[in-house]
């Protein structure tokens, strides 16, 4: 079956640093990722997505790949600030499970001043 | 509405009593999941709705979970009998259905269940 794989949490880091967090996943075949991202307090908002390889999804300074060949969609950004504090989870949706998004565990992210 | 609405936003119940929660989701989405998020742990999926399809049941984890789609609009998940380990945030979100894998979900604020 589908599975997602993230690194686990949490994750802490001084602002302005470089962030990656790691995501690969198991599917045959094409399925389309995502990131999410849930603020404390808040339900989950979609990030970014890439819906076939070697795309790059993109949103408020995060970056994501598509990466065929390794399996993975890992998640940067080049200087985190204190507002990205969050818990973010990867996600792969694929045609043989209906619409059913398959989600990593999450991965906390806590950015310190 | 804009978004996906879930009520109510926080429930404390007795061990042994029913409940009920409710979502509204995004007017003209075909598609409506349900998924639980217990304390620390990942999102798991309980139950999805397509259009006028029978649902994917397949993530329920016990046959005191049930939920309905009325219309084609308003979903209810009931959970009766309820345990401690019930306890979670339950989680709406809603699709263009064979959008979601360009558009992904839309998800809304989630209903945090105590069961004491």
């Known amino acids: 079956g589908n599975s997602v794989t993230q690194m686990e949490g949490p994750v802490t880091l001084s602002e302005e640093a470089f962030l990656t967090i790691n995501c690969t996943y198991t599917?045959?075949?094409?399925?389309?990722l995502f990131w999410y991202v849930q603020y404390p307090g808040e339900g989950l908002q979609l990030l970014l997505k890439a819906t076939k390889a070697d795309d790059k999804g993109s949103n408020k300074g995060f970056e994501a790949t598509y990466r065929k060949e390794t399996t993975s969609f890992h998640l940067e950004k080049g200087s985190v600030q204190v507002s990205d504090s969050a818990v973010y989870f990867c996600?792969?949706?694929?045609?043989?499970?209906?619409?059913?998004?398959?989600f990593g565990g999450g991965t906390r992210l806590m950015v310190k001043p | 509405g804009a978004g996906v609405s879930q009520s109510p936003s926080n429930k404390v119940t007795e061990k042994g009593k029913d409940v009920e929660l409710r979502c509204d989701p995004i007017?003209?989405?075909?598609?409506l999941y349900w998924y639980r998020q217990s304390l620390g742990q990942g999102l798991e999926f309980l139950i999805y709705f397509q259009g006028n399809s029978a649902p994917d049941k397949s993530g329920l984890p016990s046959d005191r979970f049930s939920a309905e789609r009325t219309g084609g609009s308003v979903s209810t998940l009931t959970i009766q009998r309820t345990q401690q380990e019930d306890s979670a945030v339950y989680l709406c979100?809603?699709?263009f259905g064979q959008g979601a894998a360009n558009y992904g979900y839309t998800f809304g604020s989630g209903t945090r269940l105590t069961v004491v």
């Open positions: 979100a809603s699709s």
């Open positions: 599917a045959t075949g094409y399925p389309s």
């Open positions: 996600a792969l949706l694929h045609n043989n499970a209906g619409n059913m998004l398959t």
């Open positions: 007017s003209g989405h075909t598609a």
